[in-house]
């Protein structure tokens, strides 16, 4: 017998797979650039507009270029890859392009807006003719505030109640609650408005107020604090629930000295989630906070100014500096959902966030 | 024959090879190899998982993939079919000659050895939401493989598949109708539609009651006359009653999977050359 | 001999009755009586939405009838009230217009983004693409309403022009006004805008559960990624999908603000095909523009347009919530 000693460290991964025939990386670079000079020619040398020359020549001569280059390059069963590749690829730059018109065109006519005393002031004195340095959101800032403490005043501990009946509870209704608060997701915001309006406003029990704001939110909170809250709790082992019973807690113990801390980080996202869904909402409180040029420091009474109404106000009064008043509001308004966006992605790493 | 014997006292890199014979390749007199592998080292990341698997399987014939669990049975078969490279993290090195050809040649597209070498899985896969019928003939839409008779085709490889019988008067009922065995061997005909001329089946009995395990054996021995087929399996006594060869694979404590000895069956059941083969194969370790 | 002792009902002791224990203190009762509460109250919501709009609105329902929904005039005279009539028929049209056009856009480029994140981008890509999809659902609806006013109106009125241009034989793409802003094709794109981000979340959600195993035997069998996708991925998704879809379809349904400014709201005249001109209606919006200066008869009438949009919400709601359910229940069986 003799023995031989295999040396297995000079063997390095490799990945054959990977390697791309020359060809097809011609096919590809082809698929990619005879329609694009096509277009640039057209858009150039042209009067055409840009649109009509993506439609109607750019996409049908790429997805004859990524039909033909395939079957040329990789034979007849892959066309349906590569047509996939194209138009989903369309679809992704068609999404992109609008997202980033959205978010730069608030950034950039937003910004010029932005300066200390349209963080602070308030429109009282402000007219379609006033200078842009006069005015601001500030009154705005508060009410929106105002609003969206008292709709998460009442729609939190609704919201983890539900979502405790459902987990920990399992009471014979768990399933008709859960069912409920789908449905619940799925009202409109203008219905909520209008039913505050209806059952508060017009009974004259309260008038235009940050609190009938404040209710009309809670409405449209509460489905998506309750659905993430039941999702944060069922993530909570049973074993720890097991243990704190066996030790003799009563259920009520169980769950609030044990279940909601540890599902403390869970809840703060499921708070913060159900804060970004209202915060820009506009409809229900035209219906019930209405607006007002002025601050108003009494949510219980008489309108208040939020920012999303702001920017309503503003967009439509149609003068210029009406609309750049508007542009800034927006601005503001993108920040704050920015930092609410942030802080669910610091509270959950787990991607619990949506 | 080639006897590998593995020195578990070397560490690391440095794996001690015995050679009993020289040999490096499985022969049967006058058969052509089919489908092999030289010098295949397999990796997942940096964990090297096979090393320098020279396995040859001649035409027409079973050959049955043998070991413990976990020595990289499954990755193998894997590699044969170019399914490996999905996994992410995966590489290789060495070639794996099909027909002559290294099917990781450039020049090859892997869609296209995926119908010449088809696979059956360890767990029962039909696709749910279509017909058994639709399902048969799954594998041929799948590779864009046209086809005029279908109803032939169908009852041709349902039979095959010894499916037939208990399906011919409901084809239109949903491939998730049937049982466990059932859908294995519904499996089994789907692979077979597509007219494969190698069939790489992962334990594909593991999870079946013995009815389903004769059906599937009797199967094997059917198509393996025109066709090459490697079976991983666990089962000393299917590997006996179904192969022509046998290919015993042994990974140790950390060391990547590699073949200790590979034969006509009956000679690595009855005179294994290595003594952990023997132990082996007479159960005293699995 | 072995002596067998009678067991009697007597001198045994009392079976401990397992399972759920009733709670016995009386903060425990109080606690849990306090959750039910809480909970119920979701119901309660909807039920007293329910109440309040309809009891509200009853009068001038009464009034109306079913030309409530069918009608297309629309009288406040507080002068002379026998006169007043409302009737929402081209705001209900319209809003079901606006909200197909959104679907005709939005399903495709939903679906097809999913597709491309769940199987197509490499990870990096896919995830950052999947932030990108929760960045634009996060955008509030009047942000959208005035990008959509002031940015992306004069390029979709250009496309408006073209599609006149090429088009007029289409009955769809004529415009007798020569005026081409504020028109239900821009509402539907800047709906569309709105629903893609709930049906691509929801599409990937579904096509990323796609079971490997059928994966890999579809690619075992020599299928291509369109393959998979096709034969295995989407009839598997389907009843996701078509949840996702309906879930926008009741967002598209209930938007107010975005498509305010956007649309050219014409209360008494239908305006059924023609997607370029510059006439539509929407009840959400009808709402928001008739409440300013609203006769009280005229607010009861805008609260029935209100029953009728939470109606129609709900339903649609009701449906796709079974839909996913049912598709789920499924894959489990």
């Known amino acids: 017998m003799n023995t031989q000693t295999l040396d297995t460290s000079t063997m390095k991964p490799q990945y054959p797979w990977k390697k791309s025939r020359p060809t097809v990386v011609i096919a590809n670079s082809l698929i990619v650039v005879i329609p694009m000079s096509v277009y640039a020619f057209f858009f150039f040398f042209t009067d055409l507009p840009g649109a009509l020359i993506f439609i109607a020549i750019f996409l049908p001569i790429q997805i004859a270029m990524a039909v033909i280059m395939t079957i040329s390059a990789l034979g007849k069963r892959r066309v349906g890859d590569a047509v996939l590749s194209v138009l989903s690829v369309t679809a992704f730059s068609l999404v992109l392009a609008l997202l980033g018109s959205v978010l730069l065109s608030v950034a950039a006519r937003g910004l010029p807006a932005m300066r200390f005393s349209f963080l602070t002031q308030n429109n009282i004195y402000i007219s379609p003719t006033t200078e842009l340095t006069y005015g601001g959101v500030g009154h705005a800032l508060l009410g929106t505030l105002t609003v969206v403490a008292i709709g998460t005043v009442v729609a939190v501990p609704l919201g983890i109640a539900s979502a405790i009946y459902i987990t920990d509870m399992k009471g014979r209704l768990a399933g008709f609650v859960r069912f409920i608060v789908q449905a619940m997701s799925g009202v409109p915001s203008i219905v909520a408005g209008l039913f505050i309006l209806a059952a508060f406003i017009l009974t004259d029990f309260v008038g235009f107020s940050a609190l009938t704001g404040g209710l009309a939110y809670a409405i449209l909170m509460l489905p998506t604090v309750a659905r993430t809250s039941e999702e944060v709790l069922k993530l909570v082992p049973k074993e720890l629930r097991d243990a704190a019973t066996a030790l003799g807690s009563s259920r009520a113990r169980v769950i609030m000295r044990i279940v909601l801390p540890t599902a403390k980080a869970g809840i703060i996202t499921a708070v913060i989630l159900g804060v970004a869904r209202v915060v820009g909402e506009t409809a229900p409180l035209l219906l019930t906070t209405s607006n007002t040029n002025g601050t108003n420091l009494n949510p219980f009474k008489d309108p208040v100014a939020t920012i999303p109404v702001y920017i309503f106000q503003f967009l439509g009064s149609g003068y210029e500096s009406s609309i750049q008043r508007a542009w800034g509001a927006a601005f503001v308004l993108m920040i704050v959902v920015a930092i609410l966006f942030a802080l669910t992605r610091v509270f959950s790493p787990k991607g619990k966030a949506r | ?286 | ?333």
């Open chain 3, 1 to 333: 001999m072995v002596e067998t002792q009678e067991i009697t009902n007597k001198s045994h002791p009392e079976p401990i009755r397992l399972g759920r224990e009733k709670s016995r203190t009386p903060s425990d009762k109080a606690f849990s009586g306090t959750i039910v509460i809480a909970a119920l109250s979701s119901l309660a919501i909807l039920v007293a939405i329910l109440i309040y709009l309809a009891s509200s609105s009853w009068p001038v329902l009464q009034k109306e009838g079913f030309d409530f929904i069918t009608g297309s005039t629309w009288i406040n005279s507080s002068a002379n009230p026998d006169e007043q009539t409302f009737q929402i028929w081209p705001m209900l049209y319209g809003t079901f217009l606006n909200s197909m056009l959104a679907l005709v856009i939005a399903v495709p480029v939903s679906i097809l983004l999913a597709i491309f994140i769940v199987f197509i981008a490499p990870d990096r890509l896919s995830r950052t693409l999947t932030v990108l999809v929760d960045v634009l659902a996060a955008i509030p609806s009047g942000i959208i309403g005035l990008w959509g006013f002031l940015v992306f109106t004069p390029v979709a009125e250009g496309w408006s022009k073209l599609l006149n241009q090429y088009f007029f034989l289409i009955p769809f793409f004529r415009n007798d006004q020569d005026q081409f802003a504020r028109s239900p094709f821009i509402a539907g794109w800047v709906l569309a805008i709105m629903i893609t981000p709930i049906i691509t979340v929801v599409a990937r959600e579904v096509l990323s559960q796609t079971p490997q195993e059928l994966l890999d035997a579809a690619r075992g069998l020599g299928g291509s990624l369109w393959g998979a996708v096709k034969f295995v991925a989407l009839p598997h998704a389907r009843g996701g999908i078509v949840g996702g879809v309906m879930l926008g379809l009741g967002r598209a349904l209930g938007e107010t603000i975005a498509i305010y400014f956007v649309l050219n709201l014409i209360f008494e005249k239908v305006n059924y095909f023609q997607i370029l001109n510059p006439q539509g209606g929407a009840i959400a919006s009808m709402i928001v523009a008739k409440f300013g200066e609203a006769t009280p008869d005229e607010i009861r009438a805008l609260l029935g347009a209100g029953l009728v949009l939470f109606l129609m919400t709900l339903i649609v709601n009701l449906i796709a919530n079974w839909i996913v359910a049912r598709s789920v229940r499924e894959k489990i069986a």
């Open chain 2, 1 to 286: 024959m080639t006897a590998l014997q593995i020195d578990p006292t070397m560490k690391g890199n440095q794996v001690n090879i015995s050679i009993v014979e020289d040999h490096q390749r499985l022969k049967l007199v006058d058969s052509v190899a089919h489908l092999e592998t030289q010098g295949l080292y397999v990796w997942f990341g940096n964990r090297m998982i096979l090393a320098d698997i020279n396995l040859a399987f001649p035409e027409n014939s079973v050959t049955a993939l043998i070991g413990p669990s976990g020595c990289g049975k499954s990755t193998f078969i894997r590699v044969l079919n170019r399914m490996h490279e999905f996994i992410p993290g995966a590489a290789l090195a060495g070639k794996v000659f099909y027909q002559g050809k290294d099917i990781y040649d450039k020049d090859v597209d892997p869609v296209d050895i995926r119908t010449q070498v088809g696979m059956v899985f360890q767990k029962p896969n039909p696709f749910p939401t279509m017909s058994i019928k639709d399902n048969v003939l799954s594998g041929l839409r799948l590779a864009q493989i046209p086809f005029s008779n279908p109803d032939e085709i169908v009852e041709s490889c349902l039979k095959k598949a010894s499916l037939w019988n208990e399906t011919k008067d409901r084809l239109n009922a949903s491939a998730q109708s049937l049982s466990g065995g059932q859908q294995q061997r519904l499996c089994i005909a789907r692979a077979l539609a597509v007219n494969p001329k190698v069939l790489l089946m992962d334990e594909p009995c593991s999870a079946l009651d013995p009815g389903s395990t004769r059906h599937i054996e009797e199967t094997i021995r059917d198509i393996s006359k025109d066709m090459t087929v490697v079976i991983v399996t666990h089962n000393m006594q299917q590997a006996l009653r179904v192969s022509d060869y046998t290919a015993f694979f042994l990974a140790l404590d950390g060391n990547p999977g590699q073949i200790v000895e590979a034969g006509l069956t009956k000679d690595v059941f009855k005179n294994a050359k290595d003594p952990r083969t023997h132990d082996y194969v007479n159960g005293l370790f699995g």
